[in-house]
């Protein structure tokens, strides 16, 4: 029996946090129903045999250290089999979240689809618990709803993945990713939800914040138009993010839809977003590489 989609996973360094994805794709209810692809790059622990311990999951080692080096690797590897999702490594997600996602990929149409995001803050200190409930918040809604970035998982349908050709070599895949599609050709599967583990204090939190800037000021300065995408790419807008709208018309929009409730979990967003930029701009000035994988 053919497969019904193809999983890549990338991976570096994950042996502590992949058990848990793994255990979902090789549950008996869809075992063998999708070819799954766990792709390590440059790891220097055991995530290779981890990996290897699960039923249905084809591991492979590529010399290429970088995130955008195993996708374009999975890629190769799920040849012709669609729909196509892109995993993170470190997430939770259920058997029957896999499937809701898969099905509603599962069309001749331009698709690409992402999931709801739970955020794992049992273990966080109260800052970083504020910090997610603002992603959450009404004012964060209308960007969520619109855009696939940040869920840790993503999936095209057959048509959609032919937008462009390969990944680019940049940080944030997922922003590049969605950047290739109009509004109308996303949408979020309410019926798939993911677990994301997050930080449990504020220093952890700023790193992966300081992460996520480099990524997005990567992408803004990229040209990649050249090498990664096809004649039927979406060129990048300059209204796709939030950030590169004025200012002041973002916080006016904010002022009038702010809660009570909102207020402190705002505040702690804008100051962890704040020492983000400072520390990255530090960094830069010194002259050290943000690392990511």
Known sequence: MSSRAS??????NEERRIRHLLQSLSDPSIVGLYDVYVVCNGCTDKTRQVAEEYAGITVVEI???????????GDLLAGDVFPRLYCDADIQVSPSSIEALIEAL??????????AVHYGVQDSVWAVKMYYRSLDSRLMATWRVEHLVGRGLYGASRAAR????????????????????ERAEKMIVTECVVTIWVPVNVRELIRGEVRVAEGNHEYRVSDVDHDALSEHAVRRRPHFELRL????????????????????PILVYLGISSASRLTLAVKKMRGRKILWR
């Open 7 to 12: 999983i890549v996973i990338p991976a570096h």
């Open 63 to 73: 010399d290429g250290v970088g995130k955008h080096h195993a996708l374009n690797q």
């Open 106 to 115: 599962t069309t001749e149409e331009i698709q690409v689809a992402g999931p």
């Open 162 to 181: 032919q937008r462009f050709t390969t990944f680019p070599n940049m940080f944030a895949d997922d922003l590049f990713f969605d950047s290739q599609f």
């Open 245 to 264: 709208k004025s200012r002041m018309l973002v916080l006016r929009s904010w002022g009038r839809q702010l809660r009570g409730i909102d207020v402190v």
